[in-house]
């Protein structure tokens, strides 16, 4: 009989220790999706509707999370992105079909994002909105042209720790009460223009088609940059090991995304609705939203927040789309590179990040435009997501890691879901 060894407890410890030092991709993406659109979408549902879209974080969570790990898998087994692995298995139509859906959401919502940071920099500097466009617009596309994304973002993800004011501003104004407890765990749905609209951005900015890209392509280059990894086809040993990093990594990482969204819904309703602000206009109004908690220091804790996000959003969306273009054509695709060596994937870049930043100079309004960006993601995931979904069903491409029963039934609901809300959304545009 076999007996545990005295250092069988220690072995146990230092293995789960390893698996947390291994966080990555998903912790990454997860903060990446509060980004400032994310922000000013919660912040928007809670101020229109108070505590009534609080559901939406606990029911998201599972959809997102599922979405997330088969992303993660078809680029850990395969060794190659969402878009690279369409073109070597689809008609071109549908990889060009979603590759041009990604890159037009993605544009948008970086745009957005860029515009977002320059007012929320405008509550704290004076000078020209334009002139903060252009600062942060060119800061980024620098940061990403001349430094690895996963240096820089050890230090900027610190700055989205002002996202947690939202979680004590809540304890300030002693919330949940018993009414948003009830919002929490009962939904509360009203057939209107307004409602599904809103419903569609708020799942949008949580189930993102960038991040499914994103996430993908993060696996592909963790291989690549590490000697003894390799894609689960060609190293099926490696696979359990690799798959309980990738849950763990995508479960925590879409855990930490949503309770921030949710004590932003929370916060804005709390504060905002019960004050009679149900339309978020502007920064400045946004930005109230922290008052209870930081008083004339609010507008700083927003900016902090926004701009923090932002940095590290405006890379994961440029990133992204780089990534889905350039695995259509067949271009290096990595930002662990350096420019001369993915030239085409880098240029997929600064063109994203360029166009992105002249539609602020169409004079959009930075908040609409972010909640706007949100509906926009939410309609575009359902074809993105439906073709993904084929994907990882389908055993030449993924061999015999195809999705066990409840990715492929939790990844199908998730399509679904978003599917209606978009029907949803049209169905109520008359009302």
């Known amino acids: 009989m076999a007996t545990l060894s005295p250092h069988s407890k220690p072995k146990e410890k230092s293995i789960g220790i390893r698996l947390l030092l291994q966080l990555g991709p998903g912790m990454i993406t997860g903060a990446a999706d509060d980004d400032p659109s994310g922000i000013a979408t919660y912040s928007q549902a809670g101020a229109q509707f108070g505590f009534e879209m609080l559901w939406t974080m606990l029911f998201s969570y599972p959809l997102m999370a599922v979405i997330q790990e088969i992303s993660a898998r078809v680029g850990r087994v395969t060794g190659a992105g969402i878009a690279a692995s369409i073109r070597k298995h689809y008609p071109k139509p549908l990889l060009y079909g979603v590759v041009l859906l990604l890159l037009i959401a993605n544009i948008f919502n970086l745009g957005a994002d860029i515009g977002a940071m320059a007012a929320a920099a405008k509550l704290l ?31 900027l993800k610190w700055l989205t720790f002002a996202l947690f004011a939202y979680v004590a501003t809540a304890i300030v104004v002693k919330q949940p009460d018993l009414h948003a407890i009830r919002a929490t765990f009962v939904p509360s749905i009203r057939v209107s223009k307004d409602y599904f609209t809103a419903l569609i951005a708020v799942l949008g900015t949580t189930i993102s088609p960038y991040l499914f890209f994103w996430q993908s392509s993060e696996e592909v280059e963790e291989i690549s940059v590490n000697p003894a990894q390799h894609a689960l086809k060609n190293a099926p040993q490696q696979a359990h090991a690799q798959f309980e990093r990738i849950k763990l990594d995508t479960y925590l990482g879409m855990a930490f995304s949503n309770a921030v969204a949710y004590f932003i819904i929370l916060t804005t309703a709390a504060t905002l609705h019960t004050h009679g602000v149900t339309n978020i206009q502007t920064a400045d109004q946004a930005a109230r939203a922290l008052e209870p908690l930081a008083g004339k220091f609010a507008f700083l804790l927003f900016a902090m927040g926004i701009i923090g996000t932002g940095l590290l959003a405006v890379p994961v969306l440029a990133g992204s789309a780089a990534y889905g273009v350039s695995e259509a054509f067949g271009w290096t695709a990595s930002l662990q590179k350096k420019p001369g060596r993915a030239r085409n994937f880098y240029r997929t870049i600064g063109v994203a990040t360029f166009i992105g930043l002249l539609l602020n100079f169409i004079h959009l309004n930075p908040i609409k435009a972010l909640f706007w960006s949100a509906v926009l993601n939410g309609i575009v995931a359902v074809p993105v997501m439906a073709s993904m979904m084929l994907l990882a069903q389908n055993k030449k491409v993924m061999g015999r890691f195809t999705l066990p029963l409840y990715l492929r039934a939790g990844g199908w609901v998730a399509t679904g879901v978003m599917l209606l809300a978009s029907i949803g959304m049209f169905a109520t545009l008359g009302r």
Request: charged letters at 5%; hydrophobic letters at 50%; glycine letters at 10%.
């Open 125 to 155: 500097f004076p000078g020209a909105a334009w002139l903060y466009i252009l600062v942060f617009g060119g800061l980024s596309l620098s940061l990403q042209i001349l430094v690895p994304y996963t240096k820089y973002v050890k230090y």
